[in-house]
Nanobody, 124 residues
Framework: VQLQASGGGLVQSGGSLRLSCVGS????????IGWFRQAPGKEREGVACILPRGDDRTVYADSVKGRFTISRDSPKNTVYLQMDSLKPGDTAVYYC?????????????????WGQGTLVTVSS
């Protein structure tokens, strides 16, 4: 099982980025996929999560509701995190993760596999 996150970069406040989480050796559609972020000196926090295909309910942190959108691209075995109206407070390393329980746990400790992080920097 492998997850690879990409798409981070430097963007001005108010700008947009789209992060990608690509799966290898398993089908992302069958599992919940969560996006987390960790800013320097802070704990890792959940940003968004999407339940397995067929359910597809999504969960967002209050801090990103209305600005971020999580979605699936099944043919590409990819989950995206579209980030709009970015703020300097969104600056962090972003990770994607999955867990075998079929839910979207709030705690990062409940996720079983993680991709490497991708850095998002939002300048003011």
């Amino acid at each position: 099982v492998q997850l690879q996150a990409s798409g981070g970069g430097l963007v001005q406040s108010g700008g947009s980025l789209r992060l990608s989480c690509v799966g290898s050796r398993f089908t992302l559609d069958d599992y919940p996929i969560g996006w987390f972020r960790q800013a320097p000196g802070k704990e890792r926090e959940g940003v968004a999560c999407i339940l397995p295909r067929g359910d597809d309910r999504t969960v967002y942190a209050d801090s990103v509701k209305g600005r971020f959108t999580i979605s699936r691209d099944s043919p590409k075995n990819t989950v995206y995190l579209q980030m709009d109206s970015l703020k300097p407070g969104d600056t962090a390393v972003y990770y994607c993760a999955t867990e075998w329980g079929g839910t979207c746990p709030q705690s990062s400790r409940d996720y079983d596999y993680w991709g490497q992080g991708t850095l998002v920097t939002v300048s003011s």
